[in-house]
Nanobody, 121 residues
Framework: EVQLQASGGGLVQAGGSLRLSCAAS????????IGWFRQAPGKEREGVSC????????YSTDSVKGRFTISRYNANNTVYLQMASLKPEDTAVYYC??????????????WGKGTLVTVSS
């Protein structure tokens, strides 16, 4: 059974930092691109960042470029999302998902349960 476990969310003040982790099991991690997505209350789920199988390619939505960094450590089947300079509009439930290549929301194959990030002003 494929499992993706997102963790690291919490309450942080604007301007602060958090690091999210996505731990994967039940799949050969090296073969899967991992993406971070988020869904704010009343809004559709959107892509945040994605990293290719080797980690050689990363993609981020414009609103987080220069603030969020995605990385992966295949040795421990984990992808990280380092979030800095957080803003209240970053408040959302964050999900990680897996696919053969980085794709949008409708193209990912496996999803984990989310972790809530709340940024206070």
């Amino acid at each position: 059974e494929v499992q993706l476990q997102a963790s690291g969310g919490g309450l942080v003040q604007a301007g602060g930092s958090l690091r999210l982790s996505c731990a994967a099991s039940g799949l050969f991690f090296d073969d899967w691109a991992i993406g971070w997505f988020r869904q704010a209350p009343g809004k559709e789920r959107e892509g945040v960042s994605c990293i290719s199988t080797s980690g050689g390619s990363t993609y981020s939505t414009d609103s987080v470029k220069g603030r969020f960094t995605i990385s992966r450590y295949n040795a421990n089947n984990t992808v990280y999302l380092q979030m800095a300079s957080l803003k209240p509009e970053d408040t959302a439930v964050y999900y990680c998902a897996a696919a053969g290549v980085c794709r949008g929301v409708n193209g990912m194959d496996y999803w984990g349960k989310g972790t809530l990030v709340t940024v206070s002003s």
